[in-house]
């Protein structure tokens, strides 16, 4: 008699403790779903052409670039903190020019820890021959309208002047800037002569080099 009872009591308390249970079981469920995972950091990625014409203004699609952060383009051997352009981050798609010399470099995204710039990512880059062409009438006469179309690397700076053909690369003349408008108006000058067309690159290494000229002669 006394073992029945005591079996009893024992598997009341089984019972008792397997309802108890299922009645937790629930909470703690609903307990881990509440939980929220740790959000993983996004990571900065850059892309860009791998080769372009020395000179041409570089498009870079980033993401999840810090605050603070810059793009460099260097030699591959450069340290960190030596670049030969940087550009601040003004948009998710920037543009920067490029060296005028025919190497091979290294784009970089950059930020500044501690004092001093810290290379994030890099991807090589390395630039080909530079070149442009120029279209515009052969003869005008003094005074008039020179409609004139220049293309080339279409840099920032370059422009297409109208100059004396014997007018050193940095000349100054009427001109026009290639990365707004490849085609513009010229006003010929009012001295008859003969005079050069010029498609003039200005960029990083390469500063007032003449890609392509254009005799015209004004009466």
């Known amino acids: 008699m006394a073992s029945r009872q005591n079996g009893a009591a024992m598997g009341a308390l089984s019972r008792r403790a397997l309802l108890i249970a299922a009645g937790l079981w629930p909470a703690a469920a609903a307990a881990q779903k ?20 020395a000179g041409a203004p570089l498009s870079v699609l980033l993401s999840n670039a810090p605050q ?3 793009l460099a383009i260097a030699r591959p051997d450069d340290p960190a903190d030596k670049a030969i352009v940087v ?4 948009n998710t798609v920037p543009a920067l020019p490029t060296p005028g010399a025919i190497s091979t470099y290294e784009l970089r995204l950059t ?14 880059l390395a630039t080909t021959e530079p070149s442009a062409t120029l279209a515009a009438p052969e003869r005008i006469s003094r005074g008039q309208g020179l409609p004139v179309r220049g293309i080339g ?12 053909p014997d007018a050193p690369a940095d000349a100054d003349g ?3 800037f290639p990365a707004e408008n490849v085609e513009a108006m010229l006003e ?21 080099r003449i890609l392509a000229r254009r005799l ?3 009466e």
């Open 87 to 90: 550009v601040a981050l003004k």
């Open 153 to 164: 690397p279409n840099g920032e700076q370059d422009r297409v002047m109208l100059v004396r």
């Open 34 to 53: 509440q939980e929220k995972p740790t959000p993983r950091v996004s990571q900065p990625s850059l892309s860009a052409a791998r080769t372009i014409m």
């Open 111 to 124: 930020v500044e820890k501690d004092g001093a710039p810290v290379i994030l990512l890099r991807q090589p």
């Open 216 to 218: 015209v002669r004004v």
């Open 188 to 208: 010929a000058p009012d001295q008859p002569g003969l005079y050069e067309l010029r498609y003039v690159m200005h960029a990083p290494l390469a500063e007032h």
């Open 68 to 70: 603070g952060a810059r």
């Open 174 to 176: 009427p001109r026009f």
